[in-house]
């Protein structure tokens, strides 16, 4: 299972916010020292966020992409507000490695797929943000009518491969994962690479969500505030890839 470290940016600065809400944000720092700490300690991939993006209409945070992507050399998927072919080409030019599609996935599907046949579907994850099992969108401030599940299962059978899949309930509240929804989720479209987001605050929820086959595991929150360390992740995953 991947370890994920994530940052969220607004304006520049890394934030965390719970359940989505923009009123709950707290600063953290830097995001490139952040990010060159990760690395420092053995990560290889990191989970940016451009929350300024997300609510508004395009990409936001650009500059900060480029900056950690040519100061390290973090595996990076980018995601929040690319809504169009040039803003996607702009996250890849700036470095992004992958690219989360969220919003767009729900609004304008024949665009995703053209994306797929243009880039492989190795350079896009499809951003699975519910609440209450239906998909949020637009910086989780809208409620979509699509079910969690219709989304997965579009995109799988138009040849998909990786999903990141958020419960906002549980984002930010450091209260553990959905594990029963991820487990759901596997259980219908197995085979599937699926990633969790959203609740983690402790090694033990690693350790679970490793259990049930989860292709990986974003960690942001519990970095931050001190529940689960860097180290502590370093050793874990030295440990899982010596196996």
């Excluded at 969220?8 to 020292?33: N, T």
């Excluded at 996250?91 to 599907?109: E, L, N, R, W």
Aim: net charge negative; proline share 2%; aromatic share 6%.
């Amino acid at each position: 299972m991947d370890i994920i470290p994530a940052i969220d940016l607004i304006e520049g600065r890394c934030v965390r916010l719970s359940q989505g809400l923009f009123e709950s944000q707290k600063e953290y720092g830097d995001p490139l020292a952040i990010a060159q700490g990760y690395q420092d300690a053995g990560m290889k991939r990191l989970h940016l966020v451009d929350l300024d993006g997300a609510k508004g209409q395009g990409i936001v945070n650009l500059k900060t992409l480029g900056l950690i992507a040519s100061k390290t050399k973090l595996v990076i998927d980018f995601g929040g507000g690319i809504k169009s072919r040039e803003q996607l080409l702009r996250a890849f030019d700036a470095g992004a490695t992958m690219v989360t599609c969220g919003s767009i996935a729900v609004s304008d599907p024949v665009l995703v797929l053209s994306w797929k046949e243009e880039f492989g579907p190795d350079k896009l994850i499809i951003g699975c943000d519910s609440k209450n099992g239906f998909v949020a969108t637009d910086g989780w401030k809208r409620l979509s009518s699509m079910t969690l599940e219709s989304l997965v299962s579009f995109y799988k059978d138009h040849g998909f491969g990786t999903f990141i899949c958020t419960d906002i309930t549980k984002d930010g509240m450091l209260k553990g994962p959905s594990v029963q929804l991820y487990e759901h989720l596997l259980s219908l479209f197995s085979p599937m690479s699926l990633i969790a987001s959203g609740g983690v605050s402790s090694m033990e929820d690693v350790r679970e969500l490793s259990s049930i086959g989860l292709k990986g595991v974003i960690i942001g929150k519990a970095l931050f505030e001190g529940k689960i360390t860097i180290e502590e992740l370093a050793s874990y995953k030295e440990a899982k890839d010596a196996r």
